[in-house]
């Protein structure tokens, strides 16, 4: 989560500063709410293949 919300595109880009960084902020509180939510949501293992294969059906991934 960035403090102060939503950074602002112009012609197709984010005006940055001269300072370091990219010149944003992390709400830190907001983002521990939202990891403590994850958290209690329950989910512990991923299954990527499924999710892919519902936007491509048959899609593998690639095994190196």
């Known amino acids: 989560m960035i403090a102060g919300g939503k950074r602002q595109f112009i012609d197709g880009a984010i005006v940055l500063d001269d300072t370091p960084g990219l010149g944003v902020e992390l709400d830190e509180d907001?983002?521990?709410?939202?990891?403590?939510?994850?958290?209690?949501?329950g989910l512990?293992?991923?299954?990527?293949?499924a999710e892919m294969q519902k936007i491509q059906p048959g899609w593998r991934p690639v095994r190196y």
């Open 30 to 41: 907001a983002l521990a709410r939202l990891h403590e939510q994850y958290r209690r949501a």
């Open 44 to 49: 512990t293992k991923r299954d990527d293949v």
